[in-house]
């Protein structure tokens, strides 16, 4: 009897030993640190898939464009820090915000998106494209985080840069190429019930994987 009860302990305390060692690495992967994604081929992700209604299961509209190790978003909405992390997407390492409309579905999570970005070591400042008063957002969002930036910018040694706004306005037909040969257009996704813009990603290449 007593050999079975140490053994019956024995077994207990396996399970137990499995089960701290899966909680644990659980717990890690919502504070572990993320290295950059890349991706072989243009590659489209839905980061985040909810409107403007809460809804913890399908976090605010947030879409990806990543090639290589750049990555752009489209529109950021509720919880698009989490909604990176769950596809293993550091919040510093898109570059550039891409705005559809300035409905708050799409923009609430620029604040979100550019300080917790910055607490990952972005450096230089997130690129901001949007439509017309993309500008006059990005200006009272960067009023109403300054004394907090310029706080955590003297207790922490962080770069100002990185929690700083460039805007660019774009309205339908707008387009840039980036330097890593992709190009990206603006068309009229109509104006109601504010104007908003379809984006197109395109690279020099031939296949599947050439729009998006």
């Known amino acids: 009897l007593l050999v079975l009860a140490i053994a019956v302990l024995a077994f207990v305390a396996s399970l137990f030993s499995i089960w701290a060692t899966w909680r644990y690495q659980e717990l890690a992967k919502d504070v572990a640190w993320?290295?950059?994604?890349?991706?072989?081929?243009?590659?489209?992700l839905t980061v985040g898939t909810g409107g403007a209604v809460e809804n913890p299961s399908r976090l605010g509209p947030v879409s990806a464009v990543g090639l290589g190790a750049r990555i752009a978003l489209v529109d950021a909405g509720r919880g698009v820090a989490?909604?990176?992390?769950?596809?293993?997407?550091?919040?510093?390492?898109?570059?550039?915000?891409?705005?559809?409309?300035l409905l708050p579905e799409n923009t609430v999570g620029i604040d979100d998106l550019l300080i917790t970005g910055w607490l990952a070591s972005r450096t230089t400042p997130l690129r901001l494209v949007g439509p017309p008063g993309t500008r006059a957002l990005a200006?009272?969002?960067?009023?109403?985080?300054?004394?907090?930036?310029?706080?955590?910018?003297?207790?922490?040694?962080?770069?100002?840069?990185?929690?700083?706004?460039?805007?660019?306005?774009?309205?339908?037909g707008w387009s840039e190429t980036r330097d890593d040969g992709v190009s990206v257009s603006a068309g009229d996704a109509g104006a109601r019930p504010l104007p908003a813009l379809a984006w197109r990603f395109e690279r020099p290449a031939t296949g599947p994987d050439a729009a998006l």
């Open 82 to 101: 989490e909604a990176l992390r769950r596809c293993s997407i550091r919040p510093s390492q898109p570059d550039t915000l891409y705005l559809t409309s």
């Open 139 to 172: 200006d009272a969002l960067a009023a109403a985080q300054a004394p907090a930036v310029a706080a955590l910018a003297e207790a922490v040694g962080l770069p100002a840069a990185g929690a700083a706004l460039e805007v660019v306005e774009a309205t339908p």
């Open 34 to 44: 993320l290295d950059d994604r890349s991706f072989e081929t243009l590659t489209l």
